[in-house]
Each structure stands twice: as C-alpha cells, then as structure tokens.
C-alpha cells in the first residue's frame, strides 16, 4: 500500500503542465494576450500602445492612450503535439505507442477598458489570462501511468493605474487576482497486461482556488522617436483544493490538494520610429522557472506521508528573445510581422515525458486596419514550431507499484520524443471614445 500511495496527483501534473509548453510558452504559461500582439510576435509589447490591452503586459503604458478606450479580442490556438516512444520493462521494450494532438484546441478571450483621468493619471482594468492548458493522451497511449489527462484554466481580473512623471517618465501599478482550477489523471493502459491492463484510473484529482499577486511597469520616452519599457509580474502562490480518487487509493475519494505556483516574469522592450512608415521594436522576457524545484502533494488522509515529494523537477530560468516591425502603409491601414525565440525551460539532462520542454521560433504576420475615427480592427496569425526533444522517463513510485502488483522487483520505463507545431489566429476590436 505505502507504494500505491505515493503515486499521486503531482506526478501527473508534472506531465500535464509540461505537455502544455510544446503548444505555447515556456513551461504552461501563455503569451495570447491580444491579437494586436500577436502579428509581431509579441515583440515590443511593454513599450508598446496601440490600445487599451497595452496595460496587461505594463500599466505605465497607460499613460499613452487618450480618454476612454475599450479593446476586446479572442486568439485561437491550434496545437498539434505528438508524443511516441517505447515503454520499456527490465530495460526490455514492450510496447511502441504513440499519441497525436495531445493538446486541445482553444480559444483565448480578452477585455480591457481604459480611462484617462488628467493629464497625468490613467485608470485601467483588464480580464484576460497569463497561464492555462489542456492536454489528453488517453488510455490507448501505453505510458498513460505516467499521465494521461490534465488542465489548468486560470482567469485574471488585474485593475491598474499609470501615472505619467513628467514627459520622458511614466509609471504604472495593478493587483492581480487570479482565479483558477484544474484536473489531473493518469491510468492505467489498454496495452499492458493483466494485471497491468485495464485502462482504469490510477489516479485523479480536481481542484481549484483563487489568488492575489501585482505587477509595475515603467516608461522613458527617449525622444520622440525612441523609447524602452519594463515591466515586472509578481509570483502567485495557488493551492489547488479539491479531491483525489483512483485505484491509488484504494478506489477512495480524498480531500487533497497541490500547491503550484504561478512564477515571476518580467520584460525589457524598446520601441524606435525609424521613418514615417517604419518602426521597430524589441522584448527581453524573463521567467523565474527556477523557482520550479520540486512537485509535492498534500493528501491529509495519507497520514505520516500526507506531504509526498514526488520529483525534483530542477527547472532553470527561461528567456524569450522577440524582433517585430510595423509599417504604416496609409493612415488607415499597418502592416506588422515578428520572429521570437523562446528557449526552453528545463536542461536536457532533466527532460521526461513529465517535462518535455524544448525551444519554440515564432513567425508572425498581422495588420490593423482604422475603420474609422474611433474604431481599429486588428488581426495576427502565428506560426511556432518546436523543437523535437528526446524524453526519458523513470519513477520510483510507478515502479513500486508495479512491483507490488508482479510480486517481484520491476522497472517500468519510457523513451521517446516529443515533436509539433502551433498555429494561432486572432482578432482585436478597438473603440476609443
């Protein structure tokens, strides 16, 4: 029983969380912001105001846009993430298996309102999301003991302020709450036999909470033409409360739950008015992935052994280097295209079917159109392809229940690779009143 046990909902999420990076940005965080973005790749954007979804990315931005503005818009992204491989027993294969789009289509909506009140000060809010992901690799997959199904879905209701110094300085401020959930299963697969088989859930587990974090941003306006932005968002420490069930746990439901922290960002940017027509634009992007150390679950009814350490992830920091350009073709019509690269949050020596992380290029294309005085329409589409990564994966607690089952030591395994693509689209309203 103590080996069952420890076979819980973190190991799964391990796999979930990092299936999720394959599809949009390191790790399960997302870049999907707003569709104006989008067509450069999300380059330039905390230096950037086109519209009011500038704050999201840094509330000093605020200060650039006039009166009341409202900006709403929606990106679909379109996975296609494959995972195969060999599960190994005693190091001998026993099966070759394989899952196609193990990541689901979404789409991601967004809201933002502005208001300026003075010459100086300028109110925002803003709805949107900063992490989430679906994956599902079912029960035909024969390493679905390691994880077959998960999601994290997060909402961020984030009001901020920007307050404009003087006319080379502004700054800006917000809260952030967040409210989230998720699910994580494993089970165990159609292809191994009995007593292996089945497609039954090892394990599962649900749950949700809500959270508070902040973010600040500021701006130089070189000259006219010049100007860099940073921005900062603060870690949000979840704890996802709920439930766990499956044959793990002796087919019981228990109360449980599993900490997970959203961790820290922050962006560098620089925008440069080349010509009338032309501009360029920059980003640095930094995410404090090495805060990702470990997995470890609380299920209470498990007693002595209600905190189980599952895995020492060792994630490290991550970078995203992105380039853009607009060109204003008239004074209705900007033509905008990016390239990123995002690397990957987890050394080679760490990557696992839990955690197969690898870099990501982005090309991006995208226009914005003025329909008339008040009213913008923009539109993006992107192309990220990732890089195919190697996956290695061993686990003391699969293999300890494995063993209890066959009665004699066993060392379940799998080796594999991870390789696909993403194509997201998106479109953006602007209305400035």
């Not at 226009?367 to 996956?391: M, R």
């Not at 300890?400 to 689209?425: E, I, M, N, Y």
Request: hydrophobic share 40%; no cysteine; net charge negative.
């Amino acid at each position: 029983m103590m080996n069952k046990n420890k076979i819980t909902l973190s190991l799964t999420a391990a796999l979930a969380l990092g299936m999720s990076s394959n599809a949009l940005a390191a790790g399960f965080q997302l870049a999907e912001y707003s569709a104006t973005g989008l067509g450069r790749a999300f380059a330039g954007e905390a230096a950037m105001a086109d519209n009011a979804s500038a704050q999201f990315r840094n509330p000093a931005m605020l200060t650039y846009l006039e009166g009341t503005q409202i900006s709403v818009g929606a990106i679909y992204v379109d996975p296609n993430i494959d995972v195969k491989g060999n599960l190994q027993l005693n190091d001998q294969t026993i099966a070759q298996t394989e899952s196609r789009d193990i990541a689901n289509s979404a789409v991601i909506p967004n809201f933002y309102i502005s208001r300026q009140l003075n010459d100086k000060a300028t109110l925002g809010l803003a709805f949107g999301t900063n992490f989430g992901m679906r994956t599902d690799l079912g029960t035909d997959f024969s390493a679905s003991m390691f994880g077959n199904q998960a999601e994290v879905h997060t909402v961020e209701i984030n009001p901020n302020l920007g307050y404009k110094i003087n006319d080379q300085f502004s700054v800006g401020a917000g809260v952030r709450y967040i409210i989230a959930k998720g699910h994580f299963g494993a089970a165990l697969p159609n292809a191994l036999p009995k007593p292996l088989g089945g497609g039954q859930n090892l394990k599962y587990m649900e749950g949700e909470d809500n959270a508070w974090g902040w973010q600040a941003g500021a701006a130089w306006q070189i000259n006219p033409a010049n100007r860099i932005g940073v921005s900062y968002r603060s870690a949000v420490d979840l704890n996802l409360s709920g439930h766990a069930s499956g044959l793990a746990y002796n087919s019981q439901t228990l109360p449980g739950s599993l900490p997970l922290e959203l961790p820290a960002s922050a962006e560098i940017a620089t925008f440069h008015q080349l010509t009338d027509q032309w501009a360029i634009h920059t980003s640095i992007n930094w995410t404090d992935w090495s805060s990702f150390e470990k997995l470890e679950a609380n299920i209470p009814a498990l007693g002595s052994h209600s905190n189980d350490l599952i895995k020492e992830e060792n994630w490290k920091d991550n970078y995203r280097f992105a380039i853009g350009t607009t060109y204003q073709v008239n004074s209705k019509l900007a033509l905008r295209s990016g390239i990123a690269y995002d690397m990957a949050a987890v050394d080679e020596a760490h990557r696992t079917q839990t955690i197969p992380e690898t870099d990501r290029t982005w090309l991006s294309l995208g226009a914005g159109y003025q329909w008339s005085k008040n009213l913008t329409l923009d539109a993006g589409l992107t192309y990220v392809y990732a890089k195919k990564a190697h996956l290695n994966e061993t686990d003391k607690s699969i293999n300890g229940l494995a063993s209890g089952l066959l009665q004699q030591p066993t060392k379940l395994s799998f080796a594999g690779t991870t390789s696909g693509d993403v194509w997201l689209a998106g479109v953006q309203a602007s209305y400035r009143f």
